[in-house]
């Protein structure tokens, strides 16, 4: 007699966007498993078709309120690079800049309101308050940081205004740029604590091999604003490098029945993860100060094989944010020249990448001769990571089939949420075929 299981979450909490999880065991085996994304599509690409290149980082950054900056400095670079322009270096340094506070925002709110209740045992970040009110305030502390160097760089904390291709509207005056570096000594010492406090939680122990990709600035930087692709098997080793303008040759996004999010398959490979996990396992010794210090202090892997530590890179990630965001404004020059370069209109194919919070994010645009995007396609962290998250969750049910179907529901949820997903980012096409024979 078969004997079948079903794990259903109708409606996956403490993630953005709308999302379910279908799991079916039969015969003491996973038959099916599911991530089931039905938010409807918003069709981003089709709404950039026709407009202005300069209109790219401002429409681009209404895909996500978590995550804007990631939009507008991929689409900035993608447009930069169709037209075979450089911006200064006073110009990329306040694109990091900007990109260290959305960094520490966005982590701070996946690992103090998202993820940590799961492992503290609480259904929420409210209920965990009530037992651990100075551990919430810390991240509220460290969210609001990372929104103040937000609205010093980008002129708002949702939807930065300050930003366009080229450069910036203004440069924060010096006064601006001393108020909010007096915010980050704390800052430090709250981010330190956090990752003292995720690395002693009890985490399920799970390993997984996974295929990373992650950005690789050519300058040596840990990656944020920009870089080129590596890619590796394992981690470590000989990874390989590729241009840009090489990811359609290397990705290809697929329709599955149950998702109106795009899968991303590496050719010759299947899926691959992106994010913190991938950019500590790649370019991880790019790390430096503190943050290196930390990591050899609390033994943290490289790479890290066990998903559900996660949290403890994120938290490691902040550490090093607040101390670039130190190191950059310490370092910022009394004459840092214009903050923005002129970028005329003309034709031309160009590719944008950056490092959201939860993983890479590629931007093409195919411009035509009065700069008017005739093609646009968007490749959001969540799409890639995907069906790795499937293959997770696969996993981690066949090694727990002991559990009852409450416990394992749960732990399936906190799988899932391993990745931070951002739903909303990954529902942005759709390629409609209507077949009428």
Known sequence: MTRARSLDVPVLARVEGEGAMHVRIRDGKVDDVRLQIYEPPRFFEGFLRGRDAAEAPDITARICGICPVAYQAAACNAVEAARGETVTDAIRAMRRLLY?????????????????????????????????????????????????????????????????????????????????????????????????????????????????????????????????????????????????????????????????????????VGSYVVGPLARWALVGDRMTGRAAALAAELDVERPVRNPFASIVVRALEVVFAVEEAQRLLDTWPGDPGPSGVDVPRGPGVGYGASEAPRGLLVHRYRLDDDGLIRDARIIPPTSQNQAQIEADLRAFVEDHLDLDDAELTRQCEVAIRNYDPCISCATHFLRLHVDRG
């Not at 037992?131 to 460290?142: A, C, M, N, P, S």
């Open 100 to 268: 260290c506070g959305e960094w520490i925002e966005s982590h701070a709110l996946h690992i103090y309101l998202l993820h940590a209740p799961d492992f503290l045992g609480y259904p929420d970040a409210l209920s965990m308050a009530a037992d651990h009110r100075e551990l919430v305030q810390q991240g509220l502390r460290l969210k609001k940081t990372g929104n103040e160097l937000m609205e010093l760089a980008g002129g708002r904390a949702v939807h930065p205004v300050n930003i366009k291709v080229g450069g910036f509207y203004r440069f924060p005056t010096p006064s601006e740029m001393a108020r909010a570096r007096a915010s980050l000594d704390q800052a430090a010492a709250d981010a330190e604590a956090t990752l003292r406090a995720v690395a002693a939680l009890a985490l399920p122990d799970v390993r997984m091999d996974y295929h990373f990709v992650a950005l690789d600035p050519e300058n040596g930087d840990y990656p944020l604003e920009d870089g080129r692709f590596v890619l590796s098997g394992d981690g470590v080793g000989d990874p390989d490098r590729f241009a840009l303008d090489l990811f359609d040759e290397r990705v290809v996004e697929l329709h599955v029945e149950h998702s109106n999010a795009l899968h991303a398959r590496l050719h010759g």
